[in-house]
């Protein structure tokens, strides 16, 4: 394969999340190349759990529901030795269009995301190739690479991105801190399939002799984590009739076929910027959590859908390259409060010995049964939101149950054509102004409409579900087929700002219409912070 020689973005590691972004340039129309130095994805036990937020962001980057398989999981319990069941989150439903929880399997979703990033020519991934060296220029950055017949190969880009996991080279060469903790246990992961049916939810036996999540998976799989003991070693967990006897208490050793298994230590870091100059951090590359919250790779999907539509607005000269800098403020904080959350977790999981578990299994037992703190807990309310209060956002509050700095809720609805589609895939790939049972186009002049579709802005109106005269008025007109915009999210009449990643820039009565575009076009253009110093 012949490399290109000038790019708009290098991509590094087509882990999860470097596919992911790559997806999504592709979608907006930018040009990649990404390079790994593995000859295939990684096949090691790792992420097993997502959320709904981040099966949105696969949404996004273009993967239909049944383009990997997933188990919805209604429930985690925590186990005490003392108490029995001590702590019960519910997980049932959906937000946003998604299971608030599903389980997979890792590499089919990266088989997937490989796939699709296919329909895209302009998207070019170069695997067995590794990023050598770079240096950052005052147009760009020059990537030296080592290539698969051992060759050096200069690759120009615009836009340098470090996906490459959690020993990043990309994150060594810009000499960026990596902060926080390396715990001291090791883990054994082991997935496996047994002949009898597996169970619907997630368990976490917190005891401190052993402490065991164990969790069902696609195709009748199935995770245990153990926790290693003092003087076990990696060797001896890893053989197989070791993990077969730590599996008798579920199934006899003759009933259980191992598929995959490893020793992990796990880490809780996060790098000290998220960007330095032209070159940006995603991903494991960024921060890295204990797995007992489930969001290492959450985390990486909202870096690649946060950045993917900033660089493509840049790149296509629709917005200044200072917008760059917001990545960093929006998204490094919600990293490290998951961390934070996964930390306090790693607490009631693995309490050090039984007077502490005890204690802690026995404090949180107690806060149940408190009436309002006791649903804040079952109803996962204690999961950081993923909000931003400084970056591309009109600060301030709205009257309406819009939240800026949030996300717009996704809902099912209905085409002035009649053809039904999600929310996120209706508003596409565009600065949305949309409309409450209204048309925002009609608010605007012919000019400030020129000026809203220059910036990639574009019109968009919510209407209720059976309202004959707004299915005759024009092209971007949406039935509310189940009632959960209209009129709960705002009246009749109000306005919002949607970016490309679903976040609320703004919003407002109509009269304001004018006010709120501005408002969005001058966030993009007009610099916030002073552009970074760069000698050649
Ligand atoms: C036991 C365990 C359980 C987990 N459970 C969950 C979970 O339930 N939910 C969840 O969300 N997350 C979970 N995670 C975390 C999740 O697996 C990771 O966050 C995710 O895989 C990181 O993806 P990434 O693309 O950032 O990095 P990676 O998947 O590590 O990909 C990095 C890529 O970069 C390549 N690379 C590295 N250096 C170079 C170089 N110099 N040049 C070229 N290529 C390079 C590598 O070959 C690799 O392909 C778990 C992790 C573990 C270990």
Redesign the pocket.
């Known amino acids: 394969m012949s490399l290109p020689t000038s790019i708009d973005v290098l991509i590094?590691?087509?882990?999860?999340?470097?596919v992911t972004l790559g997806n999504l340039l592709g979608r907006y129309g930018v040009s990649a190349l990404i390079?790994?130095?593995?000859a295939d994805v990684?096949t090691h036990?790792?992420?097993?759990?997502?959320d709904n937020e981040?099966l949105r962001i696969l949404q996004m980057a273009g993967l239909s529901e049944d383009a990997f398989a997933r188990v919805a999981i209604p429930c985690v319990r925590m186990h005490s030795p003392y108490f029995g069941e001590f702590a019960h989150f519910k997980t049932t439903g959906c937000l946003d269009g998604h299971p608030k929880l599903v389980t997979f399997f890792?590499p089919e979703l990266e088989h997937a995301l490989r796939r699709q990033m296919q329909a895209y020519s302009q998207i070019v991934l170069a695997q067995q190739?590794?990023?050598v060296s770079f240096s950052e220029t005052r147009s760009g950055i020059d990537a030296e690479l080592k290539t698969a017949d051992g060759n050096r190969h200069v690759v120009n880009a615009r836009y340098l991105i470090g996906?490459?996991?959690?020993?990043?080279?990309v994150r060594e060469l810009l000499e960026l801190g990596f902060q926080g903790a390396t715990y001291i246990e090791d883990?054994l992961?082991i997935d496996a399939s047994k002949t009898a049916k597996p169970m619907d939810h997630i368990e976490f036996i917190c005891d401190p002799k052993r402490p065991t999540p164990h969790m069902p998976a696609p195709a009748g799989r199935e995770r245990w984590?153990f926790m290693l003991q003092p003087g076990e070693t990696r060797e001896q967990m890893l053989q197989p009739e070791k993990i077969r006897q730590l599996l008798t208490p579920w199934a006899k050793p003759d009933e259980v076929s191992i598929e995959r298994s490893a020793v992990?230590r796990f880490h809780a870091r996060v790098v000290s910027k998220f960007q330095k100059g032209r070159a940006f951090l995603?991903?494991?590359?960024a921060h890295?959590t204990p797995?007992f919250v489930?969001?290492?790779?959450?985390a990486?999907l909202r870096d690649a859908a946060n950045l993917g539509w900033k660089l493509a607005w840049v790149i296509h000269g629709r917005a200044a390259p200072q917008i760059l800098d917001t990545y960093d403020t929006e998204r490094r904080q919600h990293a490290a409060d998951m961390i934070a959350l996964a930390t306090l977790m790693g607490k009631l999981i693995m309490p050090s010995n039984a007077i502490k578990a005890f204690f802690t299994h026995g404090l949180v037992r107690l806060l149940r049964s408190l009436p309002i703190i006791g649903a804040w807990i079952d109803d996962l309310k204690i999961k950081p939101e993923n909000r931003f209060h400084d970056g591309l956002l009109v600060k301030g509050k709205s009257t309406s149950a819009l939240v800026r700095g949030s996300h717009f809720p996704q809902a099912l609805l209905r085409h002035a054509d009649g053809a039904y589609a999600w929310s996120d895939d209706a508003l596409g790939d565009h600065l949305s102004l949309v409309g409450f049972g209204i048309d925002p186009a009609t608010l605007l002049t012919a000019d400030q409409l020129a000026r809203w579709q220059a910036v990639g802005g574009r019109c968009f109106q919510l209407c209720y579900r059976g309202q004959a005269l707004c299915r005759s008025v024009g092209a971007n007109v949406w039935e509310d087929i189940n009632g959960e915009m209209l009129p709960s999210l705002a009246p009749i009449g109000w306005l919002a700002v949607v970016r490309p990643d679903h976040s609320i820039i703004t919003d407002g009565p109509s009269v304001d219409a004018a006010t709120l575009i501005d408002a969005s076009i001058d966030l993009l253009s007009a610099p916030k912070t002073p552009p970074t110093a760069v000698t050649d």
């Open positions: 590094v590691g087509a882990g999860p999340t470097g390079i790994d130095k593995a990684l036990p790792r992420a097993i759990a997502l981040a890792q190739t590794e990023l996906a490459d996991g959690a020993s990043s080279r883990w992961i984590e992990y995603i991903g494991d590359a890295i797995p489930g969001q290492g790779l959450c990486g």
